[in-house]
Nanobody
Framework: QVQLVESGGGLVQPGGSLRLSCTTAGIIFSIYDMGWYRQAPGKQRELVAVITRDDSTNYADSVKGRFAISRDNAKNTVYLQMNSLKPEDTAVYYC?????????WGQGTQVTVSS
C-alpha cells in the first residue's frame, strides 16, 4: 500500500520558518520525482517546488529564494524548508510522488502564517 505522510505544518508568525517532511512507503522512492503543492481556501492547488529523481529542482516564482526542496533517498523522505514566510503562504501543503506512469498524493498538512 502506497503512503505519503506529510508533517511539520503549523502556525508561524510572518518572517518565521517551518520545515515540512513527507515520508513515503510502498514506492521505490528514488525513481520518483517529488513535489510540494499547496492549496489556499478558494484557490486552485498550485505547484510550490519539485525535485526530480536526478536532484534537479524547480520553484514557483512566489517562493524562489525563500523555500528549498530536498530529498533523502535513504529515508524515503522529501523536505520543504520554508523561510521568510508570508501570510500569503497560508495553505494546505501536499506532497506528490510522480513517475511516467502514475502519481500519488499525501493527505496534506496545514501551514498558517499569521501574527
Amino acid at each position: 500500500q502506497v503512503q505519503l505522510v506529510e508533517s511539520g505544518g503549523g502556525l508561524v508568525q510572518p518572517g518565521g520558518s517551518l520545515r515540512l517532511s513527507c515520508t513515503t512507503a510502498g514506492i521505490i522512492f528514488s525513481i520518483y520525482d517529488m513535489g510540494w503543492y499547496r492549496q489556499a481556501p478558494g484557490k486552485q492547488r498550485e505547484l510550490v517546488a519539485v525535485i526530480t529523481r536526478d536532484d534537479s529542482t524547480n520553484y514557483a516564482d512566489s517562493v524562489k529564494g525563500r523555500f528549498a526542496i530536498s530529498r533523502d533517498n535513504a529515508k524515503n523522505t522529501v523536505y520543504l524548508q520554508m523561510n521568510s514566510l508570508k501570510p500569503e503562504d497560508t495553505a494546505v501543503y501536499y506532497c506528490r510522488a510522480q513517475n511516467r506512469i502514475r502519481a500519488y498524493w499525501g493527505q496534506g498538512t496545514q501551514v498558517t502564517v499569521s501574527s
